[in-house]
């Protein structure tokens, strides 16, 4: 029963596939020749196609030139000159006078006194007496016993096998390749250079000495205090005399130049090759055999043995005895005397001296220099890009081509007649490399 019933099927599923084949087949019909003109007409679609255009856009940018311009700085320096004054210090003289005065001087005498006491001397005396003492001294003997074992014994053995292995043997090979290297040429210029050759020549001044108070008589015959202008004093000021030389002054400059030079460099590359050979294979096997050995056994056994020993005993004992012994008596008595000493004192006076010393002064000089500064510049050029457009194709399905209508359009009749389609609306986009559509392009900015 389940048997006919599974034939049912696939008999039904057989006449269905071959209704629809032929169906398929005529346009829908048992033949072809009941087709309608209006059923056998081939759908046709509109698809798009992607069309890449290449344009161009504008792109400015910022670039900076490298300009030196030249300047001049302040440099200060430091001139020291020479100046002279005269200043006062205090001296000390040391002197001395006589100075009489009476002291009192120590006299001493030595006598002596005998003097006796009673002191104990000791006596010292020696005994001996008996400590003797019993020990135990081991007595060492040497035996031998036999000891039978079982050891296993390796017994190497060596063989040779074949080993083959694939070794880079390097090949060393001579090129000869260029080299370029930058070299410093120097470049020798010559400038007028202004030089101050002048000196200092010291110049005499004088000025008038400092007012002293004197004793003067006025002519009603008595005497008064008037200021007195002392001596005049003498000084000498540096004064400069400048003397402007000009002179040539070479200077050398470096200037980077490139040198190509053809050097033979050595290049190792490796090249493969087999190697054989033979490696020699050591086995181990374990062999069983029997060892007798003969161990030494050594036993103790103990000797009861007496120690004489005789130990001193030392006894004082304290003897009386008298000691005299004579003491020296030392005694001090004081005698007046008259001494006469010089006593140093100091009177301090002024002394004039003169001091050079070095006075520094700043002399400005204009130092030349180069400061070398980025001029921007805008340059514009042109960057290509690419658009891309959605171009609309009307596309019709094959199948009836012979005689079934003609509202659609095949591949090869699109070929044949290459004008644009209309397009519908909103369909004719641009679509721009960033995947927005209508978009416009940005302009990079890049800094040197």
């Known amino acids: 029963m389940r048997f006919s019933i599974t034939l049912l099927v696939l008999a039904a599923a057989c006449v269905g596939y071959a209704s629809e084949a032929s169906a398929n087949g005529y346009c829908g019909g048992g033949c072809y020749s009941c087709c ?70 120590p006299v001493y005498e030595t006598s002596e006194r005998e003097e006796r006491t009673v002191v104990n001397r000791p006596v010292w005396e020696t005994s001996y007496r008996d400590c003797s003492y019993t020990v135990r001294r081991p007595i060492w003997e040497t035996s031998t016993r036999e000891c039978r074992r079982m050891v296993a014994r390796p017994v190497y053995e060596t063989s040779e096998r074949e080993v083959r292995r694939v070794v880079q043997r390097p090949v060393m090979e001579t090129v000869q390749q260029e080299r370029c290297h930058t070299v410093m040429r120097p470049v020798t210029t010559c400038e007028t250079v202004q030089q101050d050759c002048g000196r200092w020549t010291m110049q005499k001044v004088c000025r008038p000495g400092i007012s002293v108070p004197r004793m003067v008589c006025d002519p009603c015959g008595g005497w008064r205090v008037c200021m007195v202008p002392g001596p005049a004093i003498t000084t000498y000021k540096p004064v400069y005399c400048p003397n402007i030389v000009e002179r040539q002054v070479s200077r050398t400059t470096y200037q980077a130049e ?91 006076r002024q002394e004039p001296y003169t001091v050079t010393r070095r006075v520094a002064r700043r002399v400005p000089r204009q130092v030349p220099y180069t400061v070398c500064r980025m001029v921007p510049r805008v340059v514009e050029r042109q960057i290509p890009y690419e658009t891309c457009y959605l171009v609309p194709e009307t596309v019709c399905q094959a199948g009836c081509n012979d005689g079934c209508g003609t509202g659609g359009s095949t591949p090869a009749a699109d070929a044949a007649n290459p004008e644009p389609k209309p397009q519908p609306q909103g369909t004719n986009r641009q679509l721009t490399p960033e995947g927005e559509p209508n978009s416009e392009p940005r302009p990079t900015v890049k800094s040197a």
């Open 36 to 105: 309608p003109q209006a059923a056998c007409q081939t759908p046709c679609t509109t698809r798009y196609r992607t069309e890449r255009r290449t344009c161009y856009r504008s792109v400015s940018e910022v670039v900076y030139d490298r300009q030196e311009v030249a300047c001049e700085r302040t440099v200060y320096d430091t001139v020291c000159e020479e100046q002279q004054s005269t200043c006062y210090r205090n001296v000390c003289v040391r002197m001395e006078r006589e100075v009489q005065s009476q002291v009192q001087r």
């Open 258 to 348: 490139v040198v190509r030079q053809v050097c033979p460099v050595q290049v190792c590359r490796m090249v493969t090759e087999e190697q054989v050979c033979r490696v020699p294979v050591r086995t181990c096997r374990i062999v069983q055999e029997e060892q007798v050995s003969t161990v030494p056994v050594r036993t103790c056994r103990w000797v009861d043995e007496v120690v004489n020993r005789q130990v001193p005993v030392r006894t004082c004992r304290m003897v009386q005895e008298e000691c005299v012994r004579k003491i020296p008596v030392r005694t001090c008595r004081m005698v007046c005397e008259t001494v006469t000493r010089r006593v140093p004192y100091y009177e301090t």
